[in-house]
């Protein structure tokens, strides 16, 4: 949501004068390149267990963060005041970096945007506030929640349901005169439940979240989840572990996206190639996946809980080509690493909060459709496991080495689905496993789900993908 | 005023605004308040390739209030902290409790039960008064004393910070508690490089309540040494191995135990530990202690978040569950006796008379070391597990070659019932004393 200047000036008490005299200040010493960053958070929660919301709250969370670069070297220092005093000491404390004028600068200081933003180009706007309704407006729908997952599956014995909302008003302010405002929303909603049968126990969560207000709360919702709950639930209680080895694995459309995220994302983002220390950071222009591959970072699919109208340096949300052909064609980019590199920043840079100074970081990271049929995919595996539900992945950028944790898939056996499984991890090796991609369908799917990257700081990402197939990715059993 | 001269500490004023805050609730309308107040001031040299890199600068405030208002319960928290917006922020947070269903089950602890012993924050001796002095270029001569950054090395990240966290807590029933300390860290991660162009990279770290027991001056030439020893490694097969455990990284396998005798996983059945109270259920050579309140060790706190006062306590003895972690809330719900909410510092006792790494790989044998876990995740309700490693091939007690790629899977209960011995070697640095482990029958895929 993009509301006018007035609204962002008056709740962060500044008008333009005091921005630019503040960064004059935080340049005072050297340095070539300042930032403002200010942001005023509202979170609530609500929180669902034993059958009753019995717990509940609002957070606030305000403050600046002043940015000075001196090359790329970052000088970093926040305030929660946006008085000009302690605004002022922060901007010291952030210049303590430089010590004399430096000839690199970040991206933008030569060429810069100076456009305001536009309400009509917003990727997320509001229809029903989160701000200012009262938070026992969401109660029933909680409620209702419980209720339907218990009509659909009697071995429900426990629910655990939270509802959680922010809305984020960022000002955004350099010292090349970019002025950038925002309102960024977010829903999420967990859901968890405990299942009993025959003495045996077994959980299974799901979730939704998405940048849109209130509206997001429907029945229509809460039929969805409560379906995604007790769907295979059965299989669950069957499931087994498989015989560990490396075998063909078959990536469900969808959440199987953090295939992506983990594997060659974070070692696409920029600041691990500046350094030298990712394992793709001498690979731009070579072929590191089968021809016919696309693979995106995306910040403008609307509503996605990825999406940005301008990432946190003020640069616009945009969609980025990682691998188009098979070919790696970009990184993804913060100013820094633009400068570094001489291309345009791609709005990657982001931020958790006004306490941090902006990273290189993913949004939506997904692969565009291939031409090939679910089905096929599987019936090409002889021997292998299929996977389709994960909680949770990691990387080591140096080697390549990635990892997720499968809540639930199936074993191959003959081109055939035949034993579920359950919770087991799977590692393989970033450029081995884009090597080894066989085969992608025609299935593209983003998941909904409230995916937050850990890269140094938190920031709610998404993932998707097609169902793939790869040829081999070591998987853990017995 | 300059930020680098503001009071690291809460100051009477501040620590005023709370007692008047908790007051003023009361006037509002709630009949019982909790109010934590939280103050932390850090400063942070970021260095990359032997000069520096970034600085950081950062002073946090924030007021938490848990309001308990005609048998309901909120929640709510901000870093606004003026007087006029806060009392605006109370009021709008009771009317929102109110609109909440009640739970008979929500309540402040017992009076009896909350620390008497937390007056000042420095009880336990965890502040230290060299902080008060240390300069700006003290800091930035000590960071950069500390780089290696060795010819061989692609990159070299390195991190020095330091912070003064100072909490209090207090409630309408006339708690005061508070825990003041400092910390003083400092990190290394280094990537190399081999002859092919791959890559390997490892970390070393350090951390301690007083700036003079920070081993900061080895740290950067460890993770170096660490990366080096990576190159190399080679395939082997999956099967049954022993594992060796390297106390860096043994929490991995602990911490699910003790979340699943976390209370809110017990009475909402998503533990693998339900009704394990009192039965021996682990080998009887394990025993796990609580010493929360050793004076100048990492992590010992005098109360929990509720203020209730922790004490010295065994986790598991010989074998037997000896506690749940039950705070006022939960403990009512499962009608059992509240204890403290979590864990504090948590210390494995030593099994089988090995003091060093390397003499618990002599008694090993054959196996493989775990150096490090890549992701990974468990299922609380079953206690299966499965995580990505790397480490070293062990053969006659000695490391052979690197190993990564691997995962080893299992279950809780069946891994800790093989556990066939542990080291004495945990660091004083880290919060849970867990040294190195060594288990038998693991399942290791490759």
Redesign the interface.
Known sequence: MINNKAYYFNHFQVDTPVLERLVQEALASGGSYCDLFFENTTYGS?LL??G????????????VGVRVLSG?????????STAW?DML??A???S??ASAPVDVSPYGTRNPSRGEPNPAADRYPILQPWRGT???TF?PFLQKLEQTVRQKDTRV??V?ANLAFQVTDVLMYNSSRELKWDTRPMGSISL?A?F?QNGQ???KSTSRSFRQGAEMLTDALIEEMATDLVHGIDDRFAAR?PK???MPVVMGAGASGILLH?AMGHAFEADFNR???S?FA?KMGQQICPRGIQIIDDGTLTGNRGSLNFDDEGIPGQKTYMVEDGVLTSYLHDRISAAHYGVRPTGNGRRESF?Y?PIPRMRATYMESGNAKAADLIAEVQKGIFVDQF???????????????VKSGYLIENGRLTQPV????????GPEALAQIRGVADDLAVDPGAWTCGKEQSVPVSCGIPTVLIDGL????? | ????N?AASLTQAEIGLAQYCLAFAGQAGAQKVRITLTKSLMNLI?L?NG???????????SMQLQLFVDG?????????LEKEELEA?IR??ID??K?????AY?DLPAPERVAADARTGRELGLYDPAYDTLT?EQRREMALASCHWPSGA??E?GEYSDTVFDTLTIDSQGLYARHTETSFEIGYET?VEDAQ?????SYWWDAAPLLQDLKWKDCAAIAYKRAMA?MGPQDIE?GKYTVVVDTECASKLLTPVLNALGGFSLQ???SFL?DSLGKQLFPEQLTILDQPRTPGETGCRLFDSEGVATREMPIIEKGVVKTYFLNTYIAS?MSMAPTVEDSTRVKVLPVGGCKKLEDLLAKVGNGILVTGF?????????G?????I?GFLVRDGKKVHPV??????GNFLQLWNNLLATADDARPCLSKHIPSLAFTNV?I??
């Open positions: 609500l267990r034993d009753a919301v019995t717990s509940g709250g609002n957070h606030i969370d305000y403050g790329e070297k970052t000088g970093y220092a926040y305030s929660e005093e000491a922060c010291r404390a952030a303590q970096i009262p938070l026992s109660l014995v426990k655990f968890t405990v009993q126990s077994e959980n572990r560990g080895g490396c983990e350094k030298g220390t394992i001498d306490r100074a909680s949770n992945g990691e990387v080591q950028i140096g080697e390549g080495d990635f990892t997720f944790y359950k919770d087991i991890n799977i590692i393989g090796n070591t998987v853990g059993g017995e | 005023m300059s930020i680098n503001i970021g990359l000069e520096v890199d970034k600085t950081a600068h950062a002073l946090d405030r309901r319960y909120g929640s709510f928290s901000t870093n606004k922020f709008e947070a929102t409790v609109m909440l269903q009640a739970d929500r700006a692609i990159a990240e990537t162009g791959n890559h390997f990279s990576q999956g909402q059945k998503n339900v719900k890549n992701g990974g995740n468990s299922n609380p309700v079953t299966n597990f499965s995580y990505g790397e990564r790629e691997l995962l080893i899977t399942d895929s490759a």
